[in-house]
């Protein structure tokens, strides 16, 4: 099984919402990853998890807060969100936060911010 | 710092034409080097990686790439383009020694009938 999943696959929140994403593998991968991707842009990493710890935060604002309850599942916690961060989040896993493990990216969650 | 360039936002091939897709990064130490592909409404999926072994790299689907250091380019290759091949290709590095991945901007790949 190589299937990283992502819920839900759409969202539409408001500005003061708070919401959460879903990402879960069970493919016994000790690092997992976030990423946001604009329309027509490439992906730009928010957030890495190694071994359930937070190693890397690209300076994301903290109206994005990641969580990370066990190996197997990583959220991204959504709350004051602004229009501009309406866009695709994908999640990714790997063997170990060493490169070059291979990334598995899971399908994403269209978020659109009214 | 490290980046990684993608020559063409698009590329147009006749199906069962060559696809040549480019891609040049740029450090003076070669990093770890993968192409990725997007279709649409999803997620990335690996084609291939570079990791420091053969220079010629073969991947799914078809599609090889050949890393040249004193060109430093890792451009991918798929001697017939299908129509199932039409979507976005990214390129990526990872720097020797660092644990980001970075994206190129990506080529869009159209396959004409």
């Known amino acids: 099984d190589t299937e990283v999943t992502q819920t839900p696959k759409h969202l539409v929140m408001g500005m003061t919402n708070k919401k959460s994403l879903k990402c879960e593998q069970h493919?016994?991968?000790?690092?997992m990853y976030w990423y946001k991707q604009k329309a027509k842009k490439p992906p730009e990493l928010m957030f890495v998890?190694?071994?359930?710890?937070?190693?890397i935060n690209e300076s994301v604002p903290s109206r994005f807060s990641p969580e990370c309850p066990n190996s197997s599942l990583l959220n991204l916690h959504l709350h004051a969100l602004q229009p501009e961060d309406s866009a695709l989040y994908l999640c990714?896993?790997?063997?170990?936060?060493?490169?070059?493990?291979?990334?598995?990216f899971g399908p994403g969650t269209r978020l659109t911010v009214l | 710092a490290q980046s990684v360039t993608q020559l063409g936002s698009h590329v147009s091939v006749s199906e069962g034409a060559l696809v040549l897709l480019r891609c040049n990064y740029s450090?003076?130490?070669?990093?770890?080097l993968f192409w990725y592909v997007q279709y649409p409404n999803q997620g990335l999926q690996l084609l291939l990686k570079?990791?420091?072994?053969?220079?010629l790299v073969k991947g799914i689907n078809g599609f090889e790439a050949e890393f040249k250091k004193s060109e430093t380019s890792f451009h991918l290759t798929k001697p017939s383009a299908h129509m199932s091949d039409a979507a976005e290709y990214f390129c990526?590095?990872?720097?020797?020694?660092?644990?980001?991945?970075?994206f190129g901007a990506g080529t869009r790949l159209f396959v004409k009938a």
């Open positions: 570079y990791t420091s072994a053969a220079t």
């Open positions: 493919m016994g991968h000790r690092a």
């Open positions: 998890y190694s071994y359930e710890k937070l190693s």
């Open positions: 990714a896993s790997s063997q170990g936060a060493l490169p070059p493990d291979t990334q598995y």
């Open positions: 450090s003076s130490v070669p990093p770890y």
């Open positions: 990526a590095v990872t720097p020797r020694g660092g644990f980001k991945t970075i």
